[in-house]
């Protein structure tokens, strides 16, 4: 699976981002999709994963209430809505994808990887 993201930017406080991320190469609908986002200085950390049907959304507690994870299994596309948007916020957010979640999504142990969006919240 290759994975795309795009959306990332210079935003400030309270706003919102929307970032995207498209996959090629297998079948999107059977793969668990996720977000990581990893902060200057800081480890790699997960973000939001959604299941293969859309059924099921995970979240960080850091993000939960404020972040909406998506997919669109016919554009090959999953999304991750971003709102409130804070400076703790900022860092290079991650596509993943694996074909089921689970609890090792939390260690980043993920089978695929896409490239980074840099996300920067101004306060």
């Known amino acids: 699976v290759q994975l795309q993201a795009s959306g990332g930017g210079l935003v400030q406080a309270g706003d919102s981002l929307r970032l995207s991320c498209t996959a090629s190469g297998r079948t999107f609908s059977d793969y668990a999709m996720g977000w990581f986002r990893q902060a200057p200085g800081k480890e790699r950390e997960f973000v939001a994963a959604?299941?293969?049907?859309?059924?099921?959304?995970y979240y960080a507690d850091s993000v939960k209430g404020r972040f909406i994870i998506s997919r669109d299994n016919a554009k090959n596309t999953v999304y991750l809505q971003m709102n409130s948007l804070k400076a703790e916020d900022t860092a290079v957010y991650y596509c993943?994808?694996?074909?089921?979640?689970?609890?090792?999504?939390?260690?980043?142990?993920?089978?695929?990887w896409g490239k980074g969006t840099l996300v920067t919240v101004s306060s």
């Open positions: 993943a994808a694996d074909i089921t979640y689970g609890s090792s999504w939390y260690r980043g142990a993920v089978d695929y």
């Open positions: 959604i299941t293969w049907s859309g059924g099921n959304t």
